[in-house]
């Protein structure tokens, strides 16, 4: 008897999920791990968005809300398009789910039929393929190189669409590598999907906040309006609000398949916990001064990364243009002999060596779609940054040439 279900076959458990994991077991046994897996800030929640909770909750806001979300915050989320980024949208093309990876789930659970591709530039989040393939489709991996910026081109993107592409999944600025797109190049690839009018985009746009060396952000939806209405824009209050455990994300898109998506969200989950979306709704329209603090951080800790992998031979990262994490190139390391003996055949090797030997946890790149690469989480304190790495600085010269 078997209880699980055919489609999850080819389904992989979440890889910054399963490194932190490693991490943890590894440090259960005494060992002092730094778990740069996972991607969340290391700040506290604004209080005046806890408190913003708590209220609620005092008041008796503990019951259902409608599967979309309040009113109240499905027009804060409205407001915050028209102000940030200079959109248009009604509250009914607005809705609220548990975190910006469920708004994914759900777009794809009301729009995939079986053998429906998805187009996902690679190095890629983790879930995007994973997602796909649950529910029927297809993935489609487009390689965007480090030459490129891990950037999607105009060409490579014609190349990858077929009469089956359903969405084309964008990220900017992008996890793992960071990459941020230019209005001119968001408008190239808008004049090839203009060319292909069964192609939904959905564009996240969850670290729009987080963009370093003073780029400016511009939405998918902003850069190209012509294609409003097949244009799904996701974000959410994780990253921006140091919120990732209070789960809400918000999407913006055509009312029909706002609609569809708030049909999926109704017979699964109900409905965001309504304190939470109170919390939400501080965080929009409350102070915003945390926001310029956070990323006044996460742009010192990068710099504090780059400087360090660049003294490190074997190991290359091209600085991150945003997000809180480094893509970290490995090639220089694989064929080398460890201490005890083993060759680092592949990207996995050096992740498992880094975290056994140098007790840093990382991500490989094989689960973001682009080898050899290894990603690291620079979202924690500059003092935890710097000994992490000094420890995978002490553990790649520890390496040797095979024989």
């Not at 979300?69 to 248009?88: Q, S």
Request: with cysteine.
């Amino acid at each position: 008897m078997s209880y699980v279900a055919g489609r999850l076959a080819a389904v992989k458990p979440s890889a910054s999920m399963a490194a932190s994991m490693a991490a943890k077991a590894l440090r259960a046994t005494g060992v002092d791990v730094i778990d740069l897996g996972l991607g969340e800030p290391d700040f506290p929640t604004p209080p005046h968005i806890a408190e913003a909770a708590h209220a609620a909750a005092l008041r008796g806001e503990t019951l259902y809300t409608a599967s979309p979300g309040t009113p109240a915050l499905r027009a804060a989320v409205a407001e915050k398009f028209r102000r940030e980024n200079g959109l248009d949208y009604g509250p009914d093309d607005i809705v609220v789910a548990n975190g910006a990876k469920q708004i994914i789930f759900n777009a794809l659970m009301a729009t995939l039929n079986d053998g429906d591709e998805v187009i996902t530039p690679a190095p890629y989040f983790v879930s995007y393929p994973e997602m796909t393939k649950l529910l029927g489709g297809v993935p489609v991996t487009a390689v965007c190189s480090a030459e490129a910026g891990f950037r999607l081109t105009p060409e490579i993107l014609e190349a990858a669409i077929t009469p089956k592409t359903k969405w084309l999944f964008l990220n900017a600025p992008g996890n793992p590598s960071g990459a941020v797109y230019s209005l001119a190049e968001m408008q190239a690839l808008g004049a090839v999907l203009a060319r292909h009018p069964q192609v939904l985009i959905l564009s996240d746009e969850i670290y729009e906040h987080i963009l370093f060396d003073g780029r400016a952000f511009v939405s998918f939806g902003k850069a190209c309006p012509e294609l409003k209405d097949r244009t799904l824009i996701v974000n959410g209050v994780a990253k921006a609000y140091a919120m990732t455990g209070w789960r809400v994300g918000y999407a913006a898109g055509p009312a029909p398949l706002i609609k569809a998506m708030a049909t999926v969200q109704s017979q699964s989950c109900t409905s965001v916990a309504a304190p939470m979306q109170a919390a939400a709704l501080a965080a929009l329209t409350g102070p915003q001064d945390c926001i310029a603090t956070f990323k006044a951080a996460f742009e010192r800790r990068r710099d504090l990364v780059v400087a360090g992998i660049a003294k490190i031979p074997g190991l290359t990262l091209p600085p991150p243009e945003g997000a809180f994490y480094a893509f970290i190139g490995c090639g220089g390391l694989i064929g080398k002999r460890t201490p005890k003996g083993t060759i680092l055949s592949d990207e996995a090797a050096v992740v498992a060596y880094l975290l056994a030997e140098g007790h840093v946890s990382s991500v490989p790149g094989a689960a973001f779609g682009l080898s050899p690469f290894f990603r690291i989480s620079t979202a924690t304190s500059d003092a935890v940054l710097t000994e992490a790495i000094a420890r995978i600085a002490r553990a790649v010269a520890a390496l040797s040439e095979a024989k």
